[in-house]
T-cell receptor, first 113, second 115 residues
Framework: DAGVTQSPTHLIKTRGQQVTLRCSPK?????VSWYQQALGQGPQFIFQ???????QRGNFPDRFSGHQFPNYSSELNVNALLLGDSALYLCASSLSGFSYEQYFGPGTRLTVT | AQSVAQPEDQVNVAEGNPLTVKCTYSVSGNPYLFWYVQYPNRGLQFLLK??????LVKGSYGFEAEFNKSQTSFHLKKPSALVSDSALYFCAVRDINSGYSTLTFGKGTMLLVSP
């Protein structure tokens, strides 16, 4: 049973560019949440997707957007990258109704230069 | 709003000794509480959770945590530390009444176990 997978593992972008990160949830899960973990900090909630809709959003600007596909996989898009967007981006999946159990992927390390 | 505090940036313990990593929380209602561990350049691995029931929760790798409602604490413990336990530990909380499964994390505590 595959767990949560994320791609790519590492990414280097230039300030002002746009980036797309991808996540496949654990088999049987239908809810995907995205977190940003800056260096030396705990993960910060970005947003959550369920049934292809953004269900809840954290305190992040509109430059951060997402999408969920019919197969429950998800993308995180960040426009107009800033140096401060450099972080580990974590995807977590869960099953609606048992949503207190979140399973995390290995993350995508984004470096903005 | 919900929040988590991990008052120690780092905890040092000798192998074989008991360890405690502290966590306090704040929620408007009743909490769901979690501990996760993160190894270098890796995602978060689930250790244990408190949802309801016994205040002492047992989890993976010999870890346990004690829920104390009056002190709003959920300290992580292990009777005998291993060098391989050295990692970054995160406490997280979810308000039961929030309706969604978003977690609020503490800033993390680095555990260093010396041989």
């Amino acid at each position: 049973d595959a767990g949560v997978t994320q791609s790519p593992t590492h990414l280097i972008k230039t300030r002002g560019q746009q980036v797309t990160l991808r996540c496949s949830p654990k088999s049987g899960h239908d809810t995907v949440s995205w977190y940003q973990q800056a260096l030396g900090q705990g993960p910060q909630f970005i947003f959550q997707y369920y049934e292809e809709e953004e269900r809840q959003r954290g305190n992040f600007p509109d430059r951060f957007s997402g999408h969920q596909f019919p197969n429950y996989s998800s993308e995180l898009n960040v426009n107009a990258l800033l140096l401060g967007d450099s972080a580990l981006y974590l995807c977590a999946s869960s099953l609606s109704g048992f949503s207190y159990e979140q399973y995390f992927g290995p993350g995508t390390r984004l470096t903005v230069t | 709003a919900q929040s988590v505090a991990q008052p120690e940036d780092q905890v040092n313990v000798a192998e074989g000794n008991p360890l405690t990593v502290k966590c306090t929380y704040s929620v408007s209602g009743n909490p769901y509480l979690f501990w996760y561990v993160q190894y270098p350049n890796r995602g978060l691995q689930f250790l244990l959770k408190y949802i309801t029931g016994d205040n002492l929760v047992k989890g993976s790798y010999g870890f346990e945590a004690e829920f104390n409602k009056s002190q709003t604490s959920f300290h992580l413990k292990k009777p005998s530390a291993l060098v391989s336990d050295s990692a970054l530990y995160f406490c997280a909380v979810r308000d039961i009444n929030s309706g969604y499964s978003t977690l609020t994390f503490g800033k993390g505590t680095m555990l260093l176990v010396s041989p």
